[in-house]
Each structure stands twice: as C-alpha cells, then as structure tokens.
C-alpha cells in the first residue's frame, strides 16, 4: 500500500490476474467512483511481488487468474477491515515515536505517506513537482490534483526541499528588486 499509494479497498480486490509481471504493472478495478487505472511498479516491487507470488504456489498449490492476491483461505480475499486490524498489530512491534499530541497512524496514512514522499523524491532529484501533480494525481486515481491535495501534508523535510528550490529561483534576482 505504501510503495504505490493504493487504498485497502483496492489491495483487497486485487486478483492474480490483475499483476501483469511482465509489463510491471497493477490493474486496479472498480476502484472509488467505480473507475479502473493501471498502476506500474518498478524492479524493487517487482522483485517482493514475485517472491510473494511464489510463496503463494507453495502454500495455496496452483492457483486460477480469479483467486484474490491476498488470502487466508485461497478462496476469499482479505477484507479492508481485516488488513487495518493487521496493521494496528503490527504498529506496537516496529517501536514507533510518536511525539506528544500526535495521534498513531492508521493505514490511510500510507497513502498520505506515499504521496508526501514522492513529492519529496522529485524535489531532491530536481523535478519540478508543479510540472508533474498531474501524473501524481492520475496515478493515485484522482480526476484532478485538487484531489490529491488532501494527501500533501507539509513536513518538515518537505518544507525544506520547496524552500530551498524557491531560493534557487530567485537567487538571481538582486536584493534591490525584492525590496
């Protein structure tokens, strides 16, 4: 969910079918507001999905193009629900600090997360984020960036980096003209 923004309702409804190994790519169905998309993955997430997809023969024996991706049972897939429960475990074990005030994340915030850390990978790779919210905003599902706004929360990291590109911008510009 983190490494490509998605929504539990969306991971719980991925079939096998819907990885496309070949191509490195998700197909999301029916997602929110009933609309489709394709979602590429790169090598790295390539790699953990076939290794979770072999482990998957191994457990489950063969399995058919319809069978969900993530299963107890081989059967029925995950239910949104049950991969929130999962997550709430799992948060108490990787020691997490949470300064005073702020409340535990859920597992929307990997979606939020997601979306923060690529705007911040294009600031520090010297890609205008401006130029490419668009794409971002297509690639979590969203009609218009107007959307995905909601997910941009400002960090400190990302202050920085938006702070530093706007002092680029104008550090051709004298002191006198700013005045």
Same mark, same amino acid.
Request: hydrophobic share 35%; charged share 20%.
């Given at each position: ?9 969306? &991971? ?20 929110? /507001?009933?609309?489709?998309?394709? &979602? !590429?993955?790169? !090598? ?23 069978? #969900?991706? @993530?299963? @107890? ?6 239910? #949104?629900?049950?991969?929130?429960? &999962? @997550? ?8 997490? =600090? ?5 409340? !535990? !994340? ?7 997360? /997601? ?13 205008? #984020? ?8 297509? @690639? ?12 941009? =929360? ?15 911008? &104008?550090?051709?510009? =004298? #002191?006198?003209?700013?005045?």
């Amino acid at each position: 969910m983190y490494g490509l923004g998605l929504r539990a309702g969306e &991971v719980s409804r991925l079939c096998h079918k819907d990885v496309d190994r070949e191509r490195q790519l998700l197909v999301i169905r029916e997602t929110k /507001f009933g609309k489709n998309r394709l &979602v !590429p993955f790169g !090598p790295k997430l390539g790699g953990h999905i076939e290794i979770y997809l072999l482990k998957c023969s191994d457990w489950y024996g063969q399995w058919q193009p319809d069978d #969900p991706l @993530f299963s @107890f049972t081989h059967r029925r897939p995950l239910r #949104p629900e049950t991969i929130s429960q &999962v @997550f709430h475990h799992l948060l108490p074990k990787i020691d997490l =600090t949470l300064t005073p005030g702020t409340a !535990p !994340p859920c597992l929307h915030c990997l979606r939020h997360s /997601f979306a923060v850390q690529t705007l911040l990978r294009w600031y520090r790779s010297g890609i205008d #984020p401006g130029q490419r919210l668009f794409h971002l905003s297509t @690639f979590m599902g969203h009609s218009d960036p107007a959307s995905t706004s909601w997910y941009l =929360t400002i960090t400190d990291d990302l202050f920085a980096e938006a702070s530093r590109k706007f002092e680029r911008s &104008v550090s051709s510009i =004298t #002191p006198e003209v700013i005045l």
